[in-house]
């Protein structure tokens, strides 16, 4: 199997900042695409950003952008989520997935989870 492993979630003051990471091991899957999406108690979970592995091709929500960065590092098989400038809506379970087909910004496209890793931004 593919295992999807969160980290550097934690508590931070509004307008701090964090950094995610996403590491990836197991067998080979055909996804392109690595995302992230969030989910808050009582809410849908959301679309965050995603990212090709080639690093050429991005997309945010639009709640984020200016904010915050996904990147990868191939040989490490791990994307990143860099989050600045944070606000208390920001708070979330962060969650990151491997794609598999259909609407980058739909949680059932993508066939691979990770755990989650707890964001919250305090005011």
């Known amino acids: 199997q593919v295992q999807l492993v969160e980290s550097g979630g934690g508590l931070v003051q509004a307008g701090g900042s964090l950094r995610l990471s996403c590491a990836a091991s197991?067998?080979?899957?055909?996804?392109?695409?690595m995302g992230w999406f969030r989910q808050a108690p009582g809410k849908e979970r959301e679309f965050v950003t995603a990212?090709?592995?080639?690093?050429?091709?991005?997309y945010y929500t639009d709640s984020v952008k200016g904010r915050f960065t996904i990147s990868r590092d191939t040989a490490k098989n791990t994307v990143y989520l860099q989050m600045n400038s944070l606000k208390p809506e920001d708070t979330a379970v962060y969650y990151c997935?491997?794609?598999?087909?259909?609407?980058?910004?739909?949680?059932?496209?993508?066939?691979?989870w990770g755990q989650g890793t707890q964001v919250t931004v305090s005011s």
């Open positions: 997935a491997a794609h598999g087909s259909g609407s980058i910004r739909q949680p059932r496209s993508y066939e691979y």
């Open positions: 197991g067998r080979t899957f055909s996804s392109n695409f």
């Open positions: 990212i090709h592995w080639s690093g050429g091709i991005t």
